[in-house]
């Protein structure tokens, strides 16, 4: 990968070429930083002008040929010629223009402010006379000789100012050296640690690969925690660096332990003239927050480097320093505390529990879930006390270190407590017991003793809020749960048991089938986050999550992507849910039919590993858009893995997803007979847990592979309760498959089309077609599967029953059936035993398929079946 493929730069490449190669006489200057990419795209311009109509020449300026007259140019110049003195630059223009003959000259300067004067004057002559087009590059923040400057100061070349790389620019171009797609915060950890620079950017990218650290998981190329420096990008950084006096790699150090570092904090630390030294030289920046300067790193690699080369003793000498300073000038801002604990941890010198405690709760807030336990488990071994160990419990629960929680909590549970404090740890317990260490009873036991001990009123509704939790998500019991929470909020609670009861009831609102309800007590936790931000900042990402999946439930989807917009920006970067805003994203694909799409969004979403059960996985979608896409041994793969992922806190035996994804893994295999039995069998299943919105989705499932009737009655019924469009387009749907609607499944396509949702619209479309061709209306069922096929090419090669029904419209329905399986890949044995029937018969059937559908044998049975070719499905 020592050349990467030109990328990126496209429009700047053509917009030089045309400026380069046009009718009149015309030069570029390519601007900027060092390693930004102008030599590269100068020799990318030079090599696409188009041959035979111009002559190039090439010039590299360097800065040991900078005080050598001509040492740029001496290449291009007669060997055993002399220049006169009375005119050597003029002299030398035209033997340069004598080489180029007949055509027009392009002279490529690279590194133009390095030209020794003589060569400088030689380059400005060619242009000012318009005997050469100049294609040069000069850094910025370097003095360039007058004759250079003078190229865009005279109007004789245009300057370009090519700015790094943006994040955009920066995945198109190392998916292009990768080959293949790249997860997205891999992109950007890459991008924001080269800052876009083009050759920090190659050198991060090849170091990272050396180093193991940026593989192919589940096809997208992912970057596990960032490697250290390899020996080559610090010699690369190294060279930026330079060579610093001990004050001014004090700055630097400084800088790179603690940025962003007052400046005022800095000089009293190191001369303050080395201070703006450093910054003069470019390697930190500093910049005006609010009344004070502060100092930043010019370039993240700066001070990698720096961190990488500082000995350990130095290292934590500094760090104390930081700390010590920071505390003699009073630590008045809100991050000052968390800073100053983290730097006397990391040094040793942390000494006060009050201040580790104060970091805990702050890097807990802050969602850094690492660090607050980092910070929690110096402060109850620092003996900070009750607070700290119940700070400690909650940010381990979180993170589902279940057991050592529970420690924490039993080290305290029988202290001398008030009733206040007795009641907290009580709640932190219930939430291991039933959450973590899956002992329910145990929990509820505990409920009930609390309830019986408990007097004061506040407290008395905390204990009632964990019954709540215990019977509504433990029990599945949404409906007494959500009377236990109606009974609270009529009870006056305080502003953070409110919060703490409406985060609960959104949930089981939801389940029950009022998202839009669910919605809006998202909305009211969002709303009092002053209120629970310190003490529960999980529920930031909980009710964004609850946001996320009732927005989904409620029809369009724009209203969904906009729940997932909205939760990225509020909890995308806490490890707690570092995966589920990029699933949602991958199911917001899929239910817009973009299928091919959702199976990479997916699978990037899979090389993120959480940390914690409440976050999302993502397997049974893969499986889903797997099955959709027709790869069954893949779906079956990823389906298999979702069967081990189980959120800790639910007690399903078999993961709710798992039961709505295995019909379509079965239907892409061609049993589609079994396909619609586990949709009805997840529907029975969902319903005696009450879990309305899943129920609705199995049913609809069993609508779209071909049970309609079995379900019709049922979708009615949940479409006269359930808030919003999408069930009444549901039960719509299956009523007018039932009745061989034509016309009602034309529009059931147009509302499924208006909510987004492509593949539903193809899928109703097809089914209109056959009840207009079962009616005898050929025209409407020719538009109607004109239509199906037209929305189906926006779903990037979907195939599911649907869809291959309208492909194979002269099939019966046990000739599709044995077709669909033997495309499957189940022999005609296996076929006769599932069906109850001979082998001869299976291939009889077959026969008759091949000869309806034009085709020789098995090998073209799948592609015929669905319409596609085996290139376009992999697309």
């Not at 020799?43 to 040929?65: C, D, I, M, N, Y």
């Not at 620092?382 to 080290?411: C, F, I, K, Q, T």
């Not at 099955?627 to 298999?640: K, M, N, P, Q």
Request: proline fraction near 4%.
């Amino acid at each position: 990968m020592s050349q990467w493929p030109f990328a990126a730069r496209q429009p700047t490449l053509q917009d030089v070429l045309r400026r380069i190669g046009g009718r009149t006489t015309a030069g570029v200057v390519l601007a900027g930083p060092a390693g930004v990419g102008k030599s590269r795209l100068a020799r990318e311009a030079a090599a696409q002008l188009p041959a035979g109509r111009f002559h190039v020449e090439r010039v590299r300026a360097t800065q040991s040929g900078s005080g050598i007259p001509f040492g740029a140019t001496a290449h291009l110049l007669p060997l055993d010629g002399e220049p006169p003195r009375s005119d050597p630059v003029g002299w030398a223009a035209a033997h340069i223009v004598e080489r180029a003959g007949r055509l027009p000259l392009v002279l490529t300067v690279d590194d133009a402010h390095l030209l020794d004067p003589t060569s400088a004057s030689l380059v400005h002559l060619l242009a000012k006379a318009h005997r050469a087009r100049i294609l040069a590059t000069v850094r910025t923040g370097e003095a360039a000789p007058d004759p250079v400057s003078a190229l865009w100061d005279e109007g004789l070349a245009s300057r370009v100012e090519l700015a790094p790389f943006d994040r955009a620019e920066a995945a198109e171009v190392v998916a292009a050296a990768l080959g293949g797609p790249v997860a997205d915060d891999t992109v950007t950890r890459l991008w924001r640690r080269s800052q876009g620079n083009a050759l920090l950017l190659n050198e991060v990218v090849l170091s990272a690969i050396e180093a193991g650290a940026l593989t192919v998981r589940e096809g997208v190329w992912w970057l596990a925690e960032g490697p250290a420096l390899s020996p080559r990008l610090a010699d690369v950084i190294d060279e930026r660096v330079g060579r610093l006096v001990e004050a001014e790699l004090d700055v630097l150090e400084y800088v790179a332990f603690g940025e962003p570092v007052g400046v005022d904090l800095l000089a009293g630390m190191v001369p303050a003239d080395m201070v703006e030294a450093v910054a003069a030289r470019g390697l930190i920046r500093i910049t005006v927050d609010g009344r004070r300067r502060v100092a930043h790193l010019a370039h993240p690699l700066f001070g990698e480097l720096a961190r990488s080369r500082c000995p350990e003793t130095r290292r934590r000498r500094k760090l104390a320093d930081l700390a010590a300073a920071t505390l003699a000038t009073g630590a008045r801002r809100r991050g000052d505390t968390l800073r100053v604990a983290v730097w006397g941890l990391d040094s040793g010198t942390a000494t006060d529990p009050a201040s580790l405690h104060t970091g805990c709760r702050l890097a807990w807030a802050a969602q850094d879930y690492t660090l607050a336990v980092r910070l929690g488990r110096a402060a109850v071994a620092a003996s900070a006390g009750v607070e700290a160990s119940l700070l400690l419990a909650n940010v381990l629960m979180a993170g589902d270190e279940h057991d050592e929680a529970d420690r924490v909590l039993a080290a305290v549970i029988d202290g001398d407590h008030d009733e206040r404090m007795r009641t907290r740890i009580v709640l932190a317990r219930v939430e291991t017991l039933g959450w973590g260490l899956r002992r329910r009873d145990d929990a509820l036991a505990l409920v009930s003793q609390a309830e019986a001990s408990t007097v004061e009123h506040h407290n008395r509704l905390e204990i009632k809020l964990a019954r709540m939790a215990v019977i509504g998500s433990l029990q599945s019991d949404y409906s007494a749960a959500l009377a236990i929470g109606e009974s609270i909020l009529d009870a006056g609670p305080a502003p953070l048991t409110e919060a703490g009861a409406r985060a609960q009831m959104g949930w089981f609102l939801f389940y029950l089938g009022r998202p839009l309800d669910a919605i809006a007590c998202a909305e009211s936790v969002l709303g009092a986050r002053d209120v629970w931000r310190d003490e529960s900042p999980q529920w930031a990402g909980d009710m964004s999550a609850l946001l996320m999946q009732a927005s989904q439930m409620v029809g369009p989807i724009e209203t969904f992507e906009a729940a997932v917009t909205r939760a990225a920006e509020e909890v995308g970067g806490s490890l707690v849910y570092a995966n589920t805003v990029m699933v949602n994203r991958g199911i917001a694909a899929l239910l817009r039919g973009r299928v091919a799409t959702a199976i990479r969004l997916l699978r990037e979403a899979e090389t993120v590993r959480p940390i914690a059960s409440r976050a999302m996985s993502g397997m049974t979608e893969l499986a889903r858009a797997l099955a959709y896409h027709g790869e069954v041994d893949a779906a079956a793969e990823a389906l298999g893995v979702g069967e081990q992922r189980l959120f800790v806190h639910r007690r399903q035996k078999v993961p709710f997803g798992v039961r709505l994804t295995a019909p379509w893994v079965a239907a892409a295999a061609g049993d589609v007979t079994a396909a619609v039995e586990q949709c009805l069998e997840a529907a029975e299943f969902f319903r005696g847990e009450g879990v309305v919105r899943r129920e609705l989705a199995a049913l609809h499932d069993a609508v779209r592979l071909g049970g309609a009737e079995a379900v019709a009655d049922r979708l009615g019924v949940i479409a006269s309760t359930f808030q919003g469009d999408l069930a009444a387009i549901y039960a719509a749907h299956a009523r007018a498959v039932v009745a061989g609607d034509g016309p009602a499944l034309d529009r059931v396509t147009e509302g499924f089309a208006r909510m987004g949702r492509v593949l539903h619209a193809a899928e109703a479309a097809a089914h209109a077609s056959e009840a207009y061709a079962a009616a005898d209306r050929v025209a409407s069922a020719r538009v109607a599967a004109q239509r199906s096929r037209a929305l189906s090419a926006g779903c990037e090669g979907a195939v599911t029953p649907a869809l291959i029904r309208l492909n194979a419209r002269d099939l019966t329905a046990r000739e599709l059936e044995i077709g669909q399986l033997a495309a499957g890949g189940m022999t005609s044995t296996a076929i006769a035993g599932r069906l109850l029937v001979s082998p001869r018969t299976v291939e009889n059937h077959l026969h008759v398929v091949y000869a309806k559908l034009g085709i020789t044998g098995r090998a073209e049975l799948r592609d015929a079946l669905t319409g596609l070719s085996s290139s376009a499905r992999s697309r």
